[in-house]
């Protein structure tokens, strides 16, 4: 399918490791001209070489989205080239060990801001332009605890419920103009970082020693759905494509769960 992506260009925040990363290489791939982001300049860059060298078009900018000063920096580095017709919020941080009781107010404003203002910064620095031109995408990247949350992770749960909402709102601010709102609420994401969390998790909770032995046992125990395993990045980077494509311009306002069917929280 020809997604009609040539000619976008695509800035997808957080993207200079894990799930984002994946999103601006199949964005690539797809025709579209894309701003890789991160704070660390060095795998930015080897990210956007990696897209170049595969023959697509990338770009960096770096800057910490968590400040305004930052975001300004963000928005002068990925306006260089053209305006951003796609923008994807992927940036966000997560604490898997972070309870009630041991998670201060503080902690709990920093990951607000980190998770849900860094994209209202995005937003009112790029798509007024989007809604100028008549024509643009704004995605969120959240999590199935935004609407299934449990007891841990609690401010994280909160922070992408959050987003979820923010999509919405915004597709209500954005009515008739072109630009289109929506959020992914992913389950499990298997990265790098994930797979080494969960072998080491696994072996001291005995469900084996090779990841083939302990996914299916750490699916169970920690978000049991009916696939049966844990999403691939590219099974979320794919959706993204899409839900950025002309091809999807009659689906606003809605949060759409990549999940394999997660039945308990």
Known sequence: MDLQLNGKRAL????STGLGEEIAKVLAAEGAAVVVHGRDEARATAVAQAIRE????ATVAIGDLGTDAGADAVRAASGADGPVDILVNNLGTYNPEAAWVTTPPADWSEIYNTNVVSS???????V?????????RVIQISSVLGELPMASQPHYAATNAARNNLAASLARELKHTGVTSNSVAAG???????????LDLGKRSGWGETWEEIEPNAVGALAPNDVGRIGRRRDYADL???????????I??????VDGGWYDA
Not at 188 to 198: D, F, M, N, S
Not at 252 to 257: C, E, H, K, S
């Open 120 to 126: 209202v910064r995005t937003i009112q620095r790029f």
């Open 252 to 257: 606003t306002g809605t949060t759409l769960r």
């Open 240 to 250: 993204v494509a899409f839900l950025a494509s002309p091809l999807a311009g009659y």
């Open 54 to 57: 595969d023959g697509g078009e």
């Open 188 to 198: 499990g994401i298997l990265t790098p970082g994930t797979q080494a969390y969960l």
């Open 128 to 136: 007024p332009d989007m809604r100028e031109r008549g024509w643009g």
């Open 12 to 15: 997808v925040t957080g993207s």
